[in-house]
T-cell receptor, first 111, second 114 residues
Framework: DTAVSQTPKYLVTQMGNDKSIKCEQN?????MYWYKQDSKKFLKIMFS???????INETVPNRFSPKSPDKAHLNLHINSLELGDSAVYFC??????????FGSGTRLTVV | GENVEQHPSTLSVQEGDSAVIKCTYS??????FPWYKQELGKRPQLIID?????GEKKDQRIAVTLNKTAKHFSLHITETQPEDSAVYFC?????????????FGGGTRLMVKP
């Protein structure tokens, strides 16, 4: 059983489109996160959700919106995609004060 | 917020040599210090971690040492092997008003030459 699963693994889309990435965890963790990894490998937090409440929202464009229907899911919606959004997006989950378990990543390419 | 720096950014060693990567952080409230390994095209995976009440932890060829006073912790890999080649990230955990999270360093690309 995959602990943290993301879909899709690859996403190629045109500028201006709207897309979603899904994430699910079966670990019973109470917090889920979205990280963006750019071409230089920097991992930057975008959002986190704890018990369906957004507790971190770094300075990301409001074209990005997280949606958590329940504790086990945290989806990422992106509107009006831009070239600069191309990156690998990682979902992760954790219990408080412990390590993260990452999903396998979604490589987004905007053309 | 937390400021995290890793050094060096790239490290090349001969197989069998040791490798050391250092991570400095700014938030004295940080209390959990993991290291992640990311192979090419894969997800970051936890390889070792340490909590603030411990100074050193070892797991076979890898070890982590923590100096809370100086606010730095280091990853030590002995008897390096080609499969150790990857990008390594430190990620101190902070509990703060802005939320609880890991803040990742910029990464260290380790290359082990056979």
């Amino acid at each position: 059983d995959t602990a943290v699963s993301q879909t899709p693994k690859y996403l190629v889309t045109q500028m201006g489109n709207d897309k979603s990435i899904k994430c699910e965890q079966n670990l019973g963790h109470d917090t889920m996160y979205w990280y963006k990894q750019d071409s230089k490998k920097f991992l930057k937090i975008m959002f986190s959700y704890n018990n369906k409440e957004l507790i971190i929202n770094e300075t990301v464009p409001n074209r990005f919106s997280p949606k958590s229907p329940d504790k086990a899911h945290l989806n990422l919606h992106i509107n009006s995609l831009e070239l600069g959004d191309s990156a690998v997006y990682f979902c992760a989950s954790s219990r408080q004060s412990s390590s993260y378990t990452f999903g396998s990543g979604t490589r987004l390419t905007v053309v | 917020g937390e400021n995290v720096e890793q050094h060096p950014s790239t490290l090349s060693v001969q197989e069998g040599d040791s490798a050391v990567i250092k991570c400095t952080y700014s938030d004295s409230a940080s209390n959990y210090f993991p290291w992640y390994k990311q192979e090419l095209g894969k997800r970051p995976q936890l390889i070792i971690d340490i909590r603030s009440n411990v100074g050193e932890k070892k797991d076979q060829r890898i070890a982590v040492t923590l100096n809370k006073t100086a606010k730095h912790f280091s990853l030590h890999i002995t008897e390096t092997q080609p499969e150790d080649s990857a990008v390594y990230f430190c990620a101190p955990f902070t509990i703060g008003n802005a939320g609880n999270m890991l803040t990742f360093g910029g990464g260290t690309r380790l290359m082990v030459k056979p």
